[in-house]
């Protein structure tokens, strides 16, 4: 280990000044988001944040680029995540999907010896045989702050049913209804997570969902995480299924001896994870899913007035999430990099998942841009799961941010809180899928019907438009089963 702490690089930083960029020298290990974009030879140079315990084979070269100056797919390229190879993992995820709804339970207990080391007893199991588990007093406080959070926060998404009288007789209306079974995935893996069980669960309660299987993979003694246990007993989950990867999403998806079978599943979980999902949505299991995701991720755009401690703080608060997490920052002029770099190279010598930390932040980035229309452009562009503007008045920014999971406003407002008991679900679409999806809410867990009722006098309003069109489409039972009622009606 080097003296700087860590045993791998952190941080490279792309100085976008004046329209210029230029090629490192041979340097240890660094990677930069920019690296490819087309860019002449200049006198500056790129700062890393130098933590490397270990020589790097050899140093690529990495080329420095102005955002603003960038073609289309330059900027496509700036902004790239690290690629996520779905048709290999699917190849992958394929049979085990198939394993499991031909042999059920057994297949689940294989694999989870394979993957976790794990022999499991029990699959699947109502809850109610789960003995209560055993916390201190502080957790169980927590927890319960963030319980009541996140279930007024998601309680108030409770809509009054729409009723509209579009012409006079003509009533339509829109009902909602909870999905009768859900599955909810909660990662084990490198981190516990009973943030997520709460996230998942209590959303599933309010809305009224009849089955809910939670799904986590064993501890080794193939024990289910007490943390995670308390969160779903006190959420109203129903079973617990003690397995993760894909073999625990197609449990689900099609059912097994011990497991029932849900319509919807959701939760965050890695790329197997995600591509059983994605596979079970387009088979005869007739799941659907919540959205598609990829590693963890945040974009920060900071302000010179913003603390570099926090800004560094903020950045590996996601890098520590995973190896394939990605962090980017979007600096404002006049912040400190010189202080930001110190703080990210600080900070990370002191956390306990360092080595996850700084293998993340091998593919992140800082970003200098010109102003705030640079920086919102580019935002929207990334389209974030987590966006945290640390800037002086922050409000005034939302208005033209589109395109993230989650935004967190201002000095105060750590993406940390989102993450465990504001109240917000942190259960949200990565990977630049916030430009058409949304995160875990309410509605997540219920699915609408529309109704409509005609009186006498809204048939005869209404019928002829209805009997023209239909026979503009050449229909002629729809024409017919509005004619004949106007007929009886003569």
Not at 73 to 101: G, M, N, W, Y
Not at 113 to 140: G, H, M, N, S
Not at 426 to 433: A, K, M, N, S
């Amino acid at each position: 280990m080097s003296a700087f702490g860590c045993h791998l690089p952190l941080l490279a930083t792309s100085r976008l000044h004046g329209g210029r960029c230029s090629e490192l020298p041979s340097l240890q290990r660094c990677f930069l988001l920019t690296t490819g974009c087309n860019c002449v030879r200049a006198g500056q140079t790129i700062r890393p944040v130098m933590v490397a315990a270990q020589q790097a084979p050899a140093t690529p070269q990495l080329r420095i680029c102005r955002g603003q100056d960038l073609k289309a797919e330059e900027l496509h390229s700036v902004l790239a995540r690290p690629r996520i190879d779905f048709e290999s993992i699917l190849q992958t995820v394929e049979p085990i999907v198939q394993s499991v709804k031909h042999n059920g339970d057994r297949a689940v207990k294989q694999f989870t010896e394979k993957f976790d080391r794990v022999k499991l007893e029990t699959v699947c199991a109502p809850i109610e045989d789960f003995p209560d588990p055993q916390l201190p007093a502080e957790t169980v406080a927590a927890f319960q702050t963030a319980f009541d959070n996140i279930h007024a926060f998601h309680e108030a998404q409770l809509k009054t049913p729409l009723s509209v009288e579009t012409m006079p007789g003509v009533k339509c209306r829109r009902v909602t209804r909870p999905i009768g079974a859900v599955g909810i995935y909660v990662p084990g893996g490198t981190a516990v997570l009973p943030s997520s069980a709460l996230m998942l669960s209590v959303p599933a309660g309010i809305a009224g969902c009849k089955t809910i299987v939670l799904a986590t993979p064993p501890r080794p003694d193939g024990t289910v995480t007490p943390e995670v246990l308390w969160c779903a007993k006190r959420a109203g989950v129903t079973h617990i299924l003690t397995a993760g990867g894909a073999q625990a999403v197609a449990a689900m998806a099609w059912g097994t001896e011990t497991c029932p079978k849900v319509h919807k599943i959701l939760g965050p979980g890695n790329q197997y994870v995600t591509a059983a999902k994605m596979a079970l949505q387009n088979s005869e299991a007739m799941i659907s899913m919540d959205m598609p995701a990829g590693p963890s991720e945040v974009l920060v755009i900071a302000d010179a007035a913003a603390s570099a401690a926090h800004v560094a703080a903020d950045l590996l608060s996601q890098a520590e999430h995973g190896p394939d997490s990605q962090v980017v920052l979007l600096a404002l002029p006049g912040v400190d990099l010189d202080e930001v770099e110190r703080e990210v190279s600080e900070q990370c010598a002191a956390l306990p998942r360092m080595d996850v930390a700084a293998q993340a932040l091998s593919h992140s980035s800082i970003i200098s841009v010109s102003g705030r229309d640079e920086a919102i452009k580019l935002s929207n562009l990334y389209a974030p799961e987590h966006l945290i503007v640390n800037v002086e008045e922050a409000e005034d920014w939302l208005p033209e941010l589109d395109n993230a999971g989650s935004v967190f406003l201002g000095r105060w407002t750590p993406e940390s809180v989102g993450d465990y008991a504001s109240g917000t679900n942190h259960v949200l679409p990565t990977y630049g899928y916030a430009r058409m999806y949304s995160g875990v809410s309410l509605e997540s867990f219920q699915k609408s019907m529309t109704v409509q009722t005609l009186s006498k006098e809204g048939l005869k309003r209404l019928g002829p438009t209805v009997a023209h069109m239909a026979d503009l489409e050449g229909l002629t039972a729809h024409q017919r089963a509005v004619t004949l009622r106007l007929q009886a009606l003569e």
